[in-house]
């Protein structure tokens, strides 16, 4: 596994704990998401969530099953109606900028029986930048081109969806993330039902992202080793828990509060 670097922030931990509500550090930059509450009929599924997701930091979204993972993300990104709250990026309201998004749902919520090629798959994510019913630029062959090369699965490009493994359906799907060039990666459980390669390469690609000033957010349930390799953590069960960087978040008070009791998780601590 590579090095990972674990310094820590120069703000203080309660700074950093619940950085919105009491000392906001937030840039124009960042998402901030505050008060943000959802409700599916009567059950909420989320009350008063405030958080900053930065960028060039990989950011996790953790808790346990139900705690609103995906429905903070989907929240984030108008998937579903806020019930209170607002989630803004540079200032302004993130739904307004979804043109900067680009959002890899779960495996299960993917249509695997549609009838496309990689290559086809990989070009949707140009057309945000194309338009429909324009032809497909060079520039954009190019990058779809160079997304798949990027996640080593250029000699796929004429095979159907349907006929991949776990692992290189995820990985067309993160070179259809690459190919829009967005600012924001969303990603709900990328790592589920993968294989190691697979792993190696999304967190190759997370990194570099984060590292070219991206925000890539990733909802996340593995308290194993591969949480290492988040900056920041989004500690959720129906409310935040805590959030920060990694080792102001993983403490055993932290993970006792959003899991209800004892649970094993991966520690980098020396
Ligand atoms: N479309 C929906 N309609 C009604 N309830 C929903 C809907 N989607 C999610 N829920 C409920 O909202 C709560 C939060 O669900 P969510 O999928 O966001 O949790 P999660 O943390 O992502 O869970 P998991 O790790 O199991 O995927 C759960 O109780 C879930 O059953």
Same mark, same amino acid.
């Given at each position: 596994?590579?090095?990972?670097?674990?310094?820590?922030?120069?703000?203080?931990?309660?700074?950093?704990v619940?950085?919105?509500?009491?000392?906001?550090?937030?840039?124009?930059?960042?998402?901030?998401?505050?008060?943000?509450?959802v409700?599916?009929?009567?059950?909420?599924?989320?009350?008063?969530?405030?958080?900053?997701?930065n960028?060039?930091?990989?950011?996790?979204?953790?808790?346990p099953n139900?705690?609103?993972?995906?429905?903070?993300?989907?929240?984030?990104?108008?998937?579903?109606?806020?019930?209170?709250?607002?989630?803004?990026?540079?200032?302004?309201? @993130?739904? !307004? %900028?979804? *043109?900067?998004?680009?959002?890899?749902?779960?495996?299960?919520? $993917? #249509?695997?029986?549609?009838?496309?090629?990689?290559w086809?798959?990989?070009m949707?994510?140009?057309?945000?930048?194309?338009?429909?019913?324009?032809?497909?630029?060079?520039?954009?062959?190019?990058?779809?081109?160079?997304?798949?090369?990027?996640?080593?699965m250029?000699?796929?490009?004429?095979?159907?969806?349907?006929?991949?493994?776990?692992?290189?359906q995820?990985?067309?799907?993160l070179?259809?993330? @690459?190919? !829009? %060039?967005? *600012?924001?990666?969303?990603?709900?459980?990328?790592l589920?039902? $993968? #294989?190691?390669?697979?792993?190696?390469?999304?967190?190759?690609?997370?990194?570099?992202?984060?590292?070219?000033?991206?925000?890539?957010?990733?909802?996340?349930?593995?308290?194993?080793?591969?949480?290492?390799?988040?900056?920041?953590?989004?500690?959720?069960?129906r409310?935040?828990?805590?959030?920060?960087?990694?080792?102001?978040?993983?403490?055993?008070?932290?993970?006792?509060?959003?899991?209800?009791?004892?649970?094993?998780?991966?520690?980098?601590?020396?």
């Amino acid at each position: 596994m590579r090095a990972v670097n674990f310094s820590l922030e120069a703000n203080s931990s309660l700074d950093r704990v619940y950085p919105h509500r009491d000392n906001p550090v937030a840039t124009t930059a960042s998402i901030n998401i505050a008060r943000v509450g959802v409700h599916y009929r009567t059950q909420e599924a989320l009350r008063d969530v405030n958080c900053i997701v930065n960028l060039g930091r990989l950011t996790g979204i953790f808790g346990p099953n139900g705690a609103g993972k995906s429905t903070l993300m989907k929240a984030m990104l108008g998937l579903v109606p806020l019930s209170s709250g607002n989630v803004l990026y540079q200032g302004k309201p @993130l739904m !307004q %900028q979804l *043109e900067k998004v680009a959002y890899v749902p779960q495996r299960s919520q $993917i #249509d695997w029986t549609y009838p496309a090629t990689v290559w086809d798959v990989v070009m949707m994510g140009r057309v945000k930048k194309t338009g429909w019913l324009r032809s497909f630029s060079g520039v954009s062959r190019q990058v779809a081109k160079n997304a798949l090369e990027r996640v080593g699965m250029i000699e796929y490009r004429d095979r159907p969806i349907g006929q991949l493994s776990g692992g290189q359906q995820q990985r067309v799907f993160l070179a259809r993330a @690459l190919a !829009q %060039q967005a *600012e924001i990666f969303c990603f709900d459980e990328p790592l589920v039902g $993968i #294989d190691q390669k697979t792993q190696s390469v999304i967190f190759e690609v997370f990194h570099e992202l984060a590292a070219d000033n991206k925000i890539v957010l990733v909802v996340n349930h593995d308290l194993g080793e591969s949480i290492t390799h988040f900056d920041d953590l989004i500690l959720l069960n129906r409310e935040l828990i805590a959030t920060g960087s990694r080792q102001q978040v993983l403490t055993e008070q932290n993970l006792y509060s959003a899991y209800s009791g004892k649970v094993m998780y991966y520690s980098d601590a020396a």
